[in-house]
């Protein structure tokens, strides 16, 4: 029996759901239907997937879902000029671009563009400056949000924890820093931010009191590389070929789950884990869109 306890990502999901069906239910019995819009370009066909199933959880929540797709060929500029109409529809409560985009577009630019107050994703750069500064009122990025829940409804203290994150991309690791360094509750951690050129990852993986794999590499992290009790949490998700599957690959996370699990205190499954708690975030942050323009 593996020694860890399983952080189930599915169950605090749905726990954030039932209470974002509630805040939507407050909402319409005001007259205001929350709206979430997704632009997807091109036909990417984890894109696709990943729309799809935001949108029917929009649907379930009682969240008006839109999916607008565009040609792979779609302009930048056609593509801003679709935004500058989302931007101003008052019953447009929420948007997501879709990434990646073609390579013809800027992913910056339009990002940027999105009105702050409208990014449930939280890119843009008022929203990324607000986190960093720890202001209030803008949204963050949903995978490190989602984190930060599953740790405190987990009940793991970051309270002065040595938290090491493995990745410094955009999306997950840098805002994750950000929200853990803050002198604020469920913060006040210690953060230690590793990449490629990293010198003794091991070593400092194994100083952590929470370890989080968000650089998309199959099975990075090995039991050896875990302090006994820590708790891991795995955000990658990576193919590897695998021939006894009808697919021809199978899905792995960041860390070597079987192995960790037999050191960690507390692991995300994946999936299972982080994955259900990026929905979740975004379908909570379409709410608070709806109500701040509601001015609830």
Do not use: W
């Amino acid at each position: 029996m593996p020694k860890a306890q399983l952080i189930d990502g599915k169950a605090i999901a749905q726990a954030i759901h039932q209470e974002t069906a509630a805040r939507v239910s407050v909402l319409k019995s005001r007259g205001i239907v929350p709206g979430l819009t997704f632009v997807r370009v091109g036909e990417d066909p984890a894109s696709q997937s990943y729309v799809r199933m935001k949108g029917k959880k929009a649907q379930e929540l009682g969240i008006k879902s839109e999916t607008i797709v565009l040609p792979e060929k779609t302009s930048e500029a056609e593509l801003l000029v679709l935004l500058a109409k989302l931007n101003a529809d008052a019953g447009v409560h929420g948007i997501l671009v879709q990434a990646p985009l073609p390579k013809h577009i800027s992913e910056t630019r339009i990002f940027s563009t999105v009105l702050p107050n409208k990014d449930v994703d939280g890119f843009h750069p008022v929203n990324v400056g607000k986190l960093l500064l720890g202001e209030p009122g803008g949204f963050k990025p949903c995978t490190p949000a989602g984190i930060h829940e599953l740790l405190i409804r987990s009940k793991i203290s970051t309270e002065g924890a040595h938290v090491v994150i493995l990745g410094r991309g955009n999306i997950v690791g840098k805002p994750m820093a950000a929200i853990l360094v803050q002198k604020a509750k469920n913060a006040n951690a210690t953060v230690t931010l590793l990449h490629s050129r990293s010198r003794d990852i091991a070593e400092h993986c194994r100083r952590a009191d929470i370890l989080i794999a968000a650089m998309g590499q199959a099975e990075f992290v090995k039991a050896d590389m875990v302090k006994p009790g820590a708790t891991v949490i795995d955000v990658g998700v990576n193919r590897v070929n695998d021939t006894a599957d009808p697919r021809g690959y199978r899905l792995v996370g960041d860390i070597d789950f079987k192995a960790v699990s037999e050191v960690a205190g507390h692991v995300t499954p994946n999936p299972g884990g982080v994955g259900p708690m990026t929905i979740a975030m975004l379908m909570a942050n379409t709410a608070t869109a709806a109500e701040a323009a509601a001015e609830l």
